[in-house]
């Protein structure tokens, strides 16, 4: 079971980079207090903003590409929306402290220049390692030449393409599995 303070769920602002169900779980998301921010980044068709206003959310903003939003005083979030497969990099600086938050999304070359472009220095990047689909821990396709190329070492390859394209300075790998 995770550990946490009960205090979590009274936070002011969340975020979440997409509508896939290892990143939106409805019963850890009626726990929040329904007064804070819920920002989710604009995709041209999203269910997100109806799904949270049934949980009881009303103060829910969408987040355009590359836009960025003041928290609070030396304190925002931009959103990078990843269009092809609806997930979002999330990056935050607080006070002059960037950390970038790939999480499992895949950025073409473009939002990758951009990144580098607008944030050049970059002190965290949380990326994950590992796939969050159940390809192929789950299943496999019965044609292999229908398999999509994806192991343990493509995940790494790309922690670690990430890792040279942002040179951050701390770089924090996590399990999406």
Same mark, same amino acid.
Request: charged residues 20%; proline residues 8%.
């Given at each position: 079971?995770?550990?946490?303070?009960q205090?979590?769920?009274?936070?002011?602002?969340l975020?979440?980079?997409?509508?896939?169900?290892?990143?939106?779980h409805?019963?850890? @998301?009626?726990?929040?207090?329904?007064?804070?921010?819920?920002?989710?980044?604009?995709?041209?068709?999203?269910?997100?903003?109806?799904? @949270?206003?049934?949980?009881?959310f009303?103060?829910?903003?969408e987040?355009?590409h590359?836009?960025?939003?003041?928290?609070?005083?030396?304190f &925002?979030? &931009?959103?990078?929306?990843?269009?092809y497969?609806?997930?979002?990099?999330?990056?935050?600086?607080?006070?002059? &402290?960037? @950390?970038?938050?790939?999480?499992?999304?895949?950025?073409?070359?473009? &939002?990758?220049?951009?990144?580098?472009?607008?944030?050049?220095?970059?002190?965290?990047? @949380?990326?994950?390692?590992s796939?969050?689909?159940?390809?192929?821990?789950?299943?496999?396709?019965?044609?292999p030449?229908?398999?999509i190329?994806?192991?343990?070492?493509?995940?790494?390859?790309?922690?670690c393409?990430?890792?040279?394209?942002?040179?951050?300075?701390?770089?924090?790998?996590?399990?999406?599995?």
């Amino acid at each position: 079971e995770p550990v946490y303070d009960q205090n979590i769920f009274q936070a002011d602002f969340l975020y979440l980079t997409h509508w896939h169900f290892d990143h939106v779980h409805p019963q850890s @998301l009626v726990r929040f207090d329904k007064s804070c921010v819920v920002l989710v980044p604009k995709f041209p068709v999203s269910s997100l903003p109806d799904q @949270l206003r049934s949980l009881g959310f009303t103060r829910i903003q969408e987040v355009e590409h590359g836009r960025s939003v003041e928290l609070a005083p030396g304190f &925002t979030l &931009t959103s990078y929306q990843i269009q092809y497969q609806d997930d979002s990099i999330c990056v935050v600086d607080a006070d002059n &402290t960037i @950390l970038v938050d790939l999480n499992d999304a895949k950025p073409l070359p473009r &939002t990758w220049k951009l990144l580098r472009r607008r944030h050049p220095r970059v002190d965290f990047m @949380l990326r994950s390692h590992s796939p969050a689909w159940s390809y192929p821990s789950a299943y496999t396709f019965d044609d292999p030449s229908d398999a999509i190329p994806v192991d343990k070492q493509s995940y790494l390859k790309a922690f670690c393409a990430a890792a040279r394209v942002l040179a951050p300075r701390h770089a924090v790998p996590f399990a999406s599995s």
